[in-house]
């Protein structure tokens, strides 16, 4: 299979994500304070706090990595495909003699990678480097809890860009399917909640901890994370990227399946 | 017609635009109340592992919650025009339009997109306050009702002022307008918790530099009857900084224009 | 007094300049350069009252800065104006408030609303007395024949039918001054004729002072006695339309139909411009040969079928006189 189209869309998305550098620049700067202000407001509730599924310095670091990972999400429909969708174009994308879905894919892809490469590396720089620097060690973004750690880490959160993206693909043919962006922006609440963006999920209460883990959300942030820190470990590290493989697998399944079908109406309806 | 009397005018014409789409705009007030009333049950969550912030209870923090929530929902119902002055007037050239007209532009902006569905949003911050109310089960007079309305209208007041800021920055950049978002939504977010519980310099930044404490911190801790440290009188007149803030805000605005009326689009 | 005074008029625009390719694109994340560009170069005209001015040029020589600049919704970069006694920029809400604008490629009206609602709204923002509105909008839209489309959405009309209710929407409150640019554009012939009529007997009749950019050369024909030609931000020429052509393209055209297809028909006094089988095209210079004489000379020579006398098109004078100056597309 021919990956230049492909690496030409990356290549393209990087493009346009530089030409806005003030929007670059600006996005850190929110991010981080986002980040700092969630992270003042836990510290203190942990203040006098007895012991907890999960520490201070473990919970501040999943903030920072919810923040500089923020991009990673499936936040939206891709925004051209919506309007090609709602400008009745969107028949024109099988005249390119790529596959429809995987098309879609690497851009999800792409989208995702790019921008976080971009904020990522700012966010870590001012809160595991700066934040330090300035004493306040207490808020800072933690070191990985062991090289193993790490390394887990770097392949789960592969597995999040990849999940995201057949996520991503899935609002796409939702959009498609039903000739409107506008339904998408509902499902925005759950999958914040679901992922563990707004509570990490271990502190939710203990008895839900076992559906939470399984559900396909977590592995949007959740499981990367607590796999940086150590959190999950041994088998329940291995439980973490199996359910993220496992919905990843699914989801891409559902989704060839459907698009097929959407297409098929499309082709023959001239949309 | 005058101003007000066109105010309203543009907001009838703008609202059956609106309604036009009844299914989308009822998809997008419940996405907006579903959004928001997670992040409430987040706060709640954390209370069931933490019981106490710094000595307030949920039912406290859900009074600063609801407060807040509903002073933002209010502002960002009437302000959304200023989040999109960049994208959708300057940098398409139509904000010329609004200068051809013998008005002024702010007027035609926040009238032409005020958002119903911010209702929404307002209808979270009401949940809280009911659950708070329900479980405080405070014994309040028309004197401490009426604080708390005031505190309301002074964070309304700030709030749509930082949304002006934000749309006075589009004259001078229309990329990297998000970074408004840490006054506007990041002050809402620390608003939501009471002040104390930041360390002293934030809790002085949110007081005298972006003065959202002063309309959403000091008069409602009053009405809890939490000593914060200022006389009564101080906190119960404190809301006024918002308008004050409102007030600075168009004036920087009316600076943006000059600079567009220079620089062309 | 001249309605309409502009003395030393200059803009500089700084644009952004960026490098190609990913490593020029990193790189202006960090630093960023700027040139300089002079759209206006000390432009000076006057209009009087009820003037119809034609503003010509390539593509961007300024035309639409002058305007922007003449709304009040520009500042330049130096010089001075005056329209009716106020400063443009300086009182905009006053000054808008006695022009009427039409931008060709934007509209001011309401694109979801019908046309008669959003008349109604621009009622309310000019503040125009009911009584005053009623008639104005009767006239206009007997003049410009909008009425059976006034309770349609903007977003359903077409493009002819758009511009013309564009024309009415700048005229409700009743501007002695009306700026057009490029309002012509992208029409139909006969949606074209109608806006050149309608423009004609706004600015004969009424006294309406019109200001009017445009490249259609028709429109020029048709309605301006006056030009201003500009070029690279300068004013190259402000003169009537026709003496313009005498001095950049003085010669006439003899096109001539032969009975039969001659085999030479050089003349003196004249040069052959075009030949296409029986019919020839002479080129001369009526100050040196008179059309009469010329005319004689070939009907000697040769057996005539038909024929008529032009002036070079108004395109060929303007290709012409930009040529001559250098003026070109920006």
Redesign the interface.
């Known amino acids: 299979m021919n990956a230049l189209p492909y690496l030409s869309i990356l290549r393209a998305r990087f493009m346009l994500m530089l030409q806005y550098r003030t929007a670059a620049w600006a996005g850190v700067a929110t991010q981080f304070w986002f980040g700092a202000i969630r992270v003042m407001t836990l510290a203190a509730f942990y203040e006098g706090a007895g012991k907890q599924p999960l520490n201070l310095a473990q919970v501040v670091t999943y903030i920072w990595l919810g923040q500089a990972f923020l991009a990673m999400l499936p936040w939206a429909a891709d925004a051209e495909i919506a309007a090609a969708v709602e400008s009745g174009n969107v028949g024109y994308e099988r005249l390119r003699p790529i596959d429809t879905y995987l098309l879609w894919f690497a851009r999800a892809l792409a989208w995702r990678v790019a921008n976080t490469s971009l904020r990522a590396g700012p966010v870590f720089m001012l809160a595991a480097v700066l934040l330090p620097l300035t004493q306040m060690h207490a808020w800072a973004w933690r070191m990985p809890a062991s090289g193993l750690s790490a390394a887990l880490f770097v392949v789960s959160i592969t597995l999040t860009a990849i999940l995201s993206s057949a996520i991503t693909v899935l609002l796409n043919i939702v959009v498609t399917a039903l000739k409107t962006q506008r339904v998408v922006g509902f499902s925005m609440g759950l999958v914040n909640l679901f992922s563990g963006l707004v509570i990490p999920l271990a502190l939710f209460p203990n008895w839900a901890q076992g559906a939470l883990l399984w559900q396909p959300f977590a592995g949007l942030a959740d499981i990367p994370y607590r796999l940086y820190f150590g959190a999950l470990s041994g088998g329940m590290a291995m439980q973490g990227l199996a359910a993220q493989a496992l919905w990843i697998v699914l989801l891409v399944l559902l989704g060839r399946w459907w698009l097929d079908r959407v297409m098929a109406r499309i082709d023959m309806q001239g949309s | 017609m005058n101003g007000f009397a066109l105010y309203w005018r543009y907001v009838g014409v703008s609202l059956r635009g609106q309604m036009l789409y009844p299914t989308a705009f009822l998809l997008r007030l419940h996405s907006q109340f579903l959004v928001t009333i997670v992040e409430f049950g987040g706060v709640w969550v954390l209370f069931q592992r933490f019981h106490h912030v710094r000595g307030w209870s949920f039912a406290q923090v859900a009074l600063f919650y609801a407060i807040t929530s509903i002073a933002f929902a209010l502002a960002d119902g009437l302000s959304r025009g200023f989040d999109s002055v960049g994208p959708m007037f300057v940098k398409t050239g139509n904000f010329d339009r609004l200068l051809l007209r013998p008005r002024s532009a702010a007027l035609q902006i926040t009238a032409q997109d005020f958002t119903l569905s911010s209702i929404g949003r307002v209808a979270q911050g009401v949940v809280a306050l009911i659950v708070a109310i329900a479980l405080l089960k405070p014994d309040w007079g028309i004197g401490t009702v009426l604080l708390l309305t005031w505190s309301v209208a002074g964070g309304t007041a700030l709030f749509f002022a930082l949304k002006t800021f934000e749309g006075t920055l589009s004259f001078w950049t229309t990329e990297g307008l998000e970074v408004a978002n840490t006054l506007t939504y990041g002050g809402e977010a620390a608003a939501q918790f009471p002040l104390d519980i930041y360390s002293a310099w934030f809790r002085k930044f949110l007081l005298y530099f972006v003065p959202i404490g002063c309309s959403l911190y000091l008069p409602v801790a009053l009405a809890l009857g939490r000593d914060v440290g200022v006389p009564a009188w101080v906190a119960a007149l404190a809301p006024a900084t918002g308008f004050a803030f409102l007030f600075v805000a168009l004036a920087v605005w009316g600076i943006g224009i000059r600079h567009y009326t220079s620089t062309g689009s | 007094m001249a309605q309409i005074k502009v003395e030393n008029l200059s803009?500089i625009?700084?644009i952004a300049a960026?490098d190609p390719g990913?490593a020029g694109?990193?790189r202006?994340?960090?630093h960023?350069q700027h040139k300089e560009v002079a759209a206006l170069d000390r432009v000076s005209f006057a209009l009087e009252e009820g003037e119809l001015l034609g503003f010509i040029g390539p593509n961007g020589a300024g035309k639409s800065?002058t305007i922007?600049i003449l709304?009040?919704?520009?500042?330049p970069s130096a010089g001075h104006c005056d329209v009716g006694g106020l400063v443009p920029?300086e009182s905009?809400?006053?000054h808008?408030?006695r022009i009427g604008?039409v931008?060709g490629q934007?509209t001011?009206l309401?694109w979801?609303?019908p046309v008669i609602?959003s008349f109604e709204?621009l009622r309310?923002?000019?503040?125009v007395e009911q009584a005053a509105f009623a008639s104005t909008r009767d006239r206009l839209v007997e003049m410009l024949k909008i009425a059976p489309i006034l309770d349609t959405p903007l977003r359903q009309l077409s493009l002819g039918q758009r511009m013309r209710c564009e024309i009415a929407a700048a005229l409700l409150h009743r501007p002695r001054i009306l700026f057009l640019d490029e309002p012509t554009i992208g029409l139909d012939a006969v949606s074209k004729l109608a806006l050149r009529d309608f423009i004609k007997a706004l600015n004969r009749e009424e006294g309406v002072t019109v200001l009017l950019t445009t490249h259609d050369m028709h429109d020029i024909e048709a309605l301006a006695r006056r030009v201003i030609i500009i070029g690279n931000g300068r004013l190259l020429r402000d003169s009537s339309f026709e003496s313009m052509r005498a001095d950049v393209l003085g010669e006439r055209r003899l096109i001539v139909d032969f009975a039969d297809e001659p085999s030479d028909v050089a003349v003196e006094g004249a040069t052959v411009r075009a030949r296409d089988g029986r019919t020839v095209e002479f080129a001369f210079d009526p100050s040196r040969t008179p059309a009469h004489t010329l005319i004689a000379k070939v009907a000697a020579a040769h057996e005539i079928a038909d024929m008529r006398v032009e002036d070079p098109g108004i395109e060929e004078v303007i290709a012409r006189f930009y040529a001559l100056h250098g003026a070109v597309d920006a």
């Open positions: 803009k625009y700084r960026r990913l694109a990193f202006g994340l960090f960023r800065t922007k709304s009040g919704i520009l500042r920029w905009r809400v006053a808008v408030a604008v931008f934007r001011q309401w979801d609303l609602e709204l309310d923002i000019y503040r």
